[in-house]
C-alpha cells in the first residue's frame, strides 16, 4: 500500500529566505504526487503535482517540487518564503496502477515564516 | 472558494448520538471524496463515490455511513457516535474520479463529540 512521510511537523523559516518541506513516499511503480495547502479555518487548496514528465514542477504562489526517484522523495521549495505562506503543508501519493486507491496524505508539515 | 459547500460548519452532539454531515460538489463535478482529520491520525480517507455508486473505501468504521445522491451531493452518516469521532470532516470533489486530477476541498464540518 503507498504512504507518505513528512518528516518534519514543523519548519521555521525567515522572511526572503528559500524554503523546503520534505516529503517521501512509497508505492509500487512511478507515483502521482500532490501537494495542498490548508490555511487556518480553510479546506486544503491543491498547489501542484507530478504525474510524468520533468522532475522539476511548478504551481501555485511562487511554489515548486522536484521528482527525485531514486530517493523517492517529493520536497517542496520556494526561493523566497513570505509572511503569508504561513500554513500547514500536506504531501500525498496515490498509487498509479490500481484504479480504486485513494489519495493518501501525510500527517502535514507547519510552515512559520518570520518577518 | 473552491466551490465545495459544506454544511453544518460546526456540529456540538453528544455519545450515542446520530448526525449527518453534508456535501455539494462542485458544479459538473461527478466524484466525492470524505476525509477526517484529526491531530493524532492527520487526514484519513473515508470514502469515494463516482456517479452516485461507491468506488473506493478506506478507513472506514462500520458506524459510518455515506451516498452520493442523483444530484451528485453527497451525505455522510455518523451514529453511535463515541469522543473519539471529535474531528474535521472534509468532503472533496473531482470531475472524474481519476488518479491524475486534482481535488477541491470544502471548508470543513467541524464535529464535537462531548
Known amino acids: 500500500a503507498q504512504s507518505v512521510a513528512q518528516p518534519e511537523d514543523q519548519v521555521n523559516v525567515a522572511e526572503g529566505n528559500p524554503l523546503t518541506v520534505k516529503c517521501t513516499y512509497s508505492?509500487?511503480?512511478?507515483?502521482?504526487l500532490f501537494w495542498y495547502v490548508q490555511y487556518p479555518n480553510r479546506g486544503l487548496q491543491f498547489l501542484l503535482k507530478y504525474i510524468t514528465g520533468d522532475n522539476l514542477v511548478k504551481g501555485s504562489y511562487g511554489f515548486e517540487a522536484e521528482f527525485n526517484k531514486s530517493q523517492t522523495s517529493f520536497h517542496l521549495k520556494k526561493p523566497s518564503a513570505l509572511v503569508s505562506d504561513s500554513a500547514l503543508y500536506f504531501c500525498?501519493?496515490?498509487?498509479?496502477?490500481?484504479?480504486?486507491?485513494?489519495?493518501?496524505f501525510g500527517k502535514g508539515t507547519r510552515l512559520s515564516v518570520i518577518a | 472558494d473552491s466551490g465545495v459547500t459544506q454544511t453544518p460548519k460546526h456540529l456540538i452532539t453528544a455519545t450515542g448520538q446520530r448526525v449527518t454531515l453534508r456535501c455539494s460538489p462542485r458544479s459538473g463535478d461527478l466524484s466525492v471524496y470524505w476525509y477526517q482529520q484529526s491531530l493524532d491520525q492527520g487526514l484519513q480517507f473515508l470514502i469515494q463515490?463516482?456517479?452516485?455508486?461507491?468506488?473506493a473505501k478506506g478507513n472506514i468504521l462500520e458506524r459510518f455511513s455515506a451516498q452520493q445522491f442523483p444530484d451528485l451531493h453527497s451525505e455522510l452518516n455518523l451514529s453511535s457516535l463515541e469522543l473519539g469521532d471529535s474531528a474535521l470532516y472534509f468532503c472533496a470533489s473531482s470531475l472524474l474520479g481519476t488518479r491524475n486530477e486534482k481535488l477541491f476541498f470544502g471548508s470543513g464540518t467541524q464535529l464535537s463529540v462531548l
Open positions: 463515490y463516482y456517479n452516485g455508486e461507491e468506488r
Open positions: 500525498a501519493v496515490r498509487e498509479p496502477l490500481d484504479g480504486n486507491t485513494p489519495l493518501v
Open positions: 508505492v509500487s511503480g512511478n507515483p502521482y
